[in-house]
């Protein structure tokens, strides 16, 4: 049975990956350092024969000593709390090191590589909805450089190792997810929204709440990842992942109020440096090729997610 290597495997994508990915009966190898994601997101498959957990930070090379047919490359901080400010470095570190260190693995092993790149490549885009083509507007000396530039400079390496050395790779530009397995603390808006309703304090909207965001339920996601793995060898995309329905901040934070019954107020926070003011993919090169879109609406999605929140908002700490 051929090995499956799985980056950022403890995070909140990476972890539902390796759950699906071992729940079908793939060999998983899940690699992290568990910078931001958290051990017991992988506990239900600890045990399993098929799995296995490899401490390991991905700036550092990598050596595997059985065959690996595929690697995910997800291994990054996703969240701007959690890439901003004191991680900056590391967080670029981790997108072009961990690349390239992912990337000899990839050609030493003769394994097909998926890139999780981002919709942060387009910055703060221009162009409405975002197509694969648009070329983006970041700010390369910004507070979210290190995340937007880093994920860039990844997608050019692959590329790059593709042209030059011959690596199947696939890339995927991941729009904002959401679902069970979040950090509660990670400070990303779904997971905040959520936590700070169940815990009756306010709603911590930054700005005036007319930015949009579209967000995909992270079952569809995973589905959409996997295809595009296993899609013909020579489809190296890059292709839009997300659910295309778009919704303001302060929409989101009345649907999630309305879905949770809480009480708790809406409050108006400062909006951060950079914050992109609308993002919705254009999703028909997924359609087209993969024959994928996203089965989960939001109202759906978030009464599959409240639940997991309830069990876990004693960690919540909410600094907002
Ligand atoms: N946001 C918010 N309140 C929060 C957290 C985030 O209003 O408590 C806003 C944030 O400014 C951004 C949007 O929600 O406009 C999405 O933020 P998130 O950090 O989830 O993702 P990203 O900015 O990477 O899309």
Known sequence: MSTILVTGGTGFLGANLCLRLTRE?????????????????????????????????????????????????????????????RHAIQTTRTCVLGALNMLELARAHNATILQASTSEIYG??????????????????GVRACYDEGKRCAESLFFDYARQEGVDIKVIRIFNTYGPLMD????????NFICQALAGRDLTVYGDGSQTRSFCYVDDLIEVMIRMMNSPKGFTGPVNTGNPGEF??????????????????????????????????????????????????????????????????????GED
């Not at 703060?124 to 000396?141: C, F, K, M, T, W």
């Not at 509660?184 to 997971?191: C, H, L, Y």
């Not at 809480?262 to 400062?270: F, P, Q, T």
């Open 25 to 85: 009966g793939h060999r998983v190898i899940c690699v992290d350092n568990n910078s931001t994601g958290r051990l017991e997101n992988v506990r239900e498959i600890a045990e399993h024969s098929n799995f296995r957990f490899l401490l390991h930070d991905i700036t550092e090379p990598l050596h595997i000593n059985e065959p690996v047919a595929r690697i995910y490359n997800l291994a990054c901080p996703a969240s701007p709390p959690a890439y901003q400010g």
């Open 248 to 317: 303001t901040i302060r929409e989101l934070a009345e649907r999630v109020l309305a879905e949770t019954g809480s009480h708790s107020r809406i409050v108006y926070r400062g909006l951060p440096l950079d914050d992109p003011a609308q993002r919705r993919p254009d999703i028909g090169l997924a359609r087209e090729k993969l024959g994928w879109e996203p089965a989960v609406q939001l109202s759906e999605g978030l009464k599959r997610t409240i639940p997991y929140f309830r069990t876990n908002i004693a960690r919540f700490r």
């Open 124 to 141: 703060d885009p221009l162009e409405h909805p975002q197509a694969e083509s648009y070329r983006g507007n970041v700010n390369p000396i």
């Open 184 to 191: 509660p603390n990670d400070g990303r808006v779904v997971s």
